[in-house]
């Protein structure tokens, strides 16, 4: 599998010139909402070539939400902004925020290696060297299992997808897929996105609460967030109204195929969670406003470690189980979720004032240079557009130090890696 670093696009490694300012010297006042240069934003991401879309911006008690495109190609059915939405990764920001409500309780410490808490599960020297909090910040080492459980994904091809749709996976397989494969580091050095690390995690809440992980979450996270429409799908499809989830595979799959109903036990506590565009933003408003984890809590979840490219350039913060991203008008924390067909982003101010939530429905749209990087996309030009506009709301430039450039921020983790899921 390509690393984040191998696998940059040049539409991102643009956005990293925009001037970024500070989280302490975001200035607090934001203007209001503008209707219609958000509308605008958003349709011209639907103009741009994606099927569908939705989003939802707010800003203190202020809320806007909107919706544009399909949700069914076929059938022509609208897009609506409270659709249900696998939100891929963004899981997991949910689970860290599990485990870190047992590191104070004291039940879980964050520097003691897994293997004292789950024995054999990483076997050997390194179940004594990769720790909880390198699970969490993703600097374990440990394979991601994604190309093990779809081989054909390492061609490109969508035949393992197809012929897996409705497979059931145990968490234990996930984890002996990962742990087999070759280290992508020794445990601590680097950062290396894997969703094995939140698999294991998955089982460390499991192993210490004595009750199934997804449960633990619902009841100590999703529901004490006070969350709706979120939970872990118990069959392969969503509950409640939702669109078709339209997968490209960067041009391999044309026209593009739904993968809506599929069976999600390949993701499990990494990236499985069915929300609503609102939803993940109350979740997130939540988190930053201290109502899920107390002071310590937080602070250990924002202590990062640089994700940076192949040049050694920062590319964000990566903290557990969230990241940080600095835009013209300061900092914010959040995550991004990839599944087949299905894009999630969503990012939030340190004091959850202001915060967008959006989902896409059709999935590596791009196509591929000859060294099998996403070249730049309108798409990705119209939904940086979006987000700015409602991030920052006017405030900042929206232009590159590279002449001619288009402005975008930074783009999902997921969305920039050809080769992983969730």
């Known amino acids: 599998m390509r690393r ?62 909107g919706a544009a495109g399909v949700a069914d190609v076929r059938t022509k059915r609208p897009v609506r902004s409270d659709m249900e939405h696998r939100v891929g990764s963004v899981t997991k920001s949910f689970t860290a925020t599990a485990v870190l409500q047992l590191v104070e309780q004291g039940r879980i410490q964050l520097d003691q290696p897994i293997a004292q808490y789950l024995p054999g599960v990483v076997p050997g020297e390194r179940g004594q060297q990769v720790t909880v909090r390198m699970l969490l910040n993703h600097t374990s080492g440990i394979a991601d299992y994604v190309v093990s459980a779809f081989p054909s994904w390492a061609q490109l091809s969508p035949d393992s997808l197809d012929e897996h749709r409705f497979r059931t996976l145990r968490p234990e397989q996930l984890i002996e897929w990962g742990v087999k494969g070759q280290p992508t580091n020794a445990p601590g050095a680097a950062w290396s996105y894997s969703n094995t690390n939140y698999v294991i995690l998955g089982a460390l809440l499991e192993k210490t609460t004595g009750v199934k992980a997804e449960t633990y979450i619902f009841r100590n996270v999703i529901r004490k967030a006070g969350l709706k429409h979120t939970y872990f799908p118990g069959s392969s499809r969503v509950r409640g109204s939702h669109s078709r989830m339209y997968e490209a595979l960067y041009g391999r799959i044309d026209p593009p195929r739904d993968y809506s109903v599929y069976n999600m036990s390949w993701a499990g506590t990494a990236g499985a969670l069915v929300s609503t ?19 310590g809590g937080l602070t250990e979840m924002q202590r990062t470690v640089p994700v940076k490219n192949a040049n050694g350039d920062t590319l964000m913060e990566y903290g557990l189980g969230l990241y940080a991203v600095d835009l013209p008008c300061g900092r914010f924390w959040g995550h991004d979720g990839a599944v087949f067909g299905a894009g999630t982003q969503a990012l939030s101010s340190p004091d959850g004032r202001r915060q967008i939530a959006y989902g896409i429905n059709l999935m590596k749209y791009q196509q591929l240079d000859g060294q099998g990087v996403p070249l730049p996309h309108a798409i990705d030009n119209a939904l940086g557009a979006h987000l700015v506009q409602a991030l920052c709301g006017g ?14 921020p930074p783009l999902p983790l997921q969305f920039v890696n050809p080769r992983t899921g969730a």
């Not at 940059?8 to 989280?23: S, T, W």
């Not at 909402?33 to 800003?59: C, N, P």
């Not at 933003?281 to 988190?287: E, I």
């Open 395 to 408: 405030q900042g430039p929206l232009t590159s130090a590279t002449p001619g450039a288009p402005a975008t």
């Open 4 to 65: 984040l670093a191998r696998a940059l696009p040049v539409a991102m490694a643009m956005a990293l010139a925009l001037p970024a300012v500070p989280a302490h010297a975001a200035d607090p006042q934001v203007v209001s909402f503008d209707d219609a240069k958000l509308r605008i934003t958003l349709e011209a991401t639907h103009q741009a070539g994606m099927y569908g879309l939705y989003s939802s911006v707010r800003r203190d008690d202020d809320s806007w939400k």
């Open 277 to 295: 565009m609102d939803d993940i933003n109350a979740f997130y408003r939540a988190l930053l406003g201290g109502r899920l984890l107390g002071e």
